[in-house]
């Protein structure tokens, strides 16, 4: 397994969206290669994932309906989903939202 992390650094704000766009396309292109030489992996190391890409998903369906299980045993009103500050949810249409941490005992 490979891990790689694309950065980048420009001057101007308006710039966001290009630079992004350029990223997303040469990470996605790497991961196309990767598969095609038959070498890629669904997991993402989550430090390093942009908010697009879909980090719970590389653990494998099994260890993913594990974690559902466990969590609507144990959370079933979704608290840690929803305080969970990020992108990476157990379900990426969860109906959590994330909360203000501070407001969370309130």
Sequence with gaps: MTNILLTARWSHESEDQLVA?????????IEATAYREGKGLSFK???YAHHYQDVIAGFGEQNKA?????AAKYDPTE????LRQGPFKLEKDSSAETVD???ATE
């Design 66 to 70: 594990f974690l559902l299980k466990v």
């Design 101 to 103: 941490s501070t407001k």
């Design 79 to 82: 608290v840690f989903q929803r």
């Design 45 to 47: 190391y989550m430090n």
């Design 21 to 29: 766009s350029i990223l997303q396309s040469l990470g996605d292109a």
